[in-house]
């Protein structure tokens, strides 16, 4: 994924695809269901790009910003986001992408509040 991102490929979309249930074929009032793959395509972009979300791109394959934010709180409530992250560890680990003798930690974001 050098470069731009444009979405996830066929190839991508696949080691996904399985941790999404069944997609409604008929949701009833409001607009329609956002397909999975467009809703990961939009969530990964702004994780990529590190764009606002009023920033996201329009068009097929991508969710609306709305939708795309309200699937991020839900994943990230029961766990589907840890799971897509531990999978993209694992094949990266698997492939020897990772080099684990080495890790950084940002203090910034720490709770602890004073010193001794």
Same mark, same amino acid.
């Given at each position: 994924?050098?470069?731009?991102?444009?979405?996830?490929?066929?190839?991508?979309?696949?080691?996904?695809?399985? !941790?999404?249930?069944?997609?409604?074929?008929?949701?009833?009032?409001?607009?329609?269901?956002?397909?999975?793959?467009?809703?990961?395509?939009?969530?990964?972009?702004?994780? !990529?790009?590190?764009?606002?979300?009023?920033?996201?791109?329009?068009?097929?394959?991508?969710?609306?910003?709305?939708?795309?934010?309200?699937?991020?709180?839900?994943?990230?409530?029961?766990?589907?986001?840890?799971?897509?992250?531990?999978?993209?560890?694992?094949?990266?680990?698997?492939?020897?992408? !990772?080099?684990?003798?080495?890790?950084?930690?940002?203090?910034?974001?720490?709770?602890?509040?004073?010193?001794?």
């Amino acid at each position: 994924m050098a470069g731009r991102f444009e979405g996830l490929s066929e190839l991508e979309w696949k080691l996904f695809e399985d !941790i999404f249930p069944e997609e409604p074929s008929k949701r009833g009032k409001g607009m329609p269901h956002a397909p999975y793959r467009y809703v990961l395509n939009s969530l990964l972009y702004i994780l !990529i790009t590190g764009c606002r979300w009023c920033d996201l791109p329009h068009g097929d394959t991508w969710a609306s910003k709305s939708s795309a934010h309200r699937w991020l709180k839900r994943w990230r409530d029961d766990g589907t986001f840890e799971y897509i992250q531990g999978r993209v560890l694992a094949i990266a680990n698997e492939k020897g992408l !990772i080099n684990w003798d080495f890790g950084a930690v940002d203090g910034s974001f720490s709770p602890w509040k004073g010193r001794r």
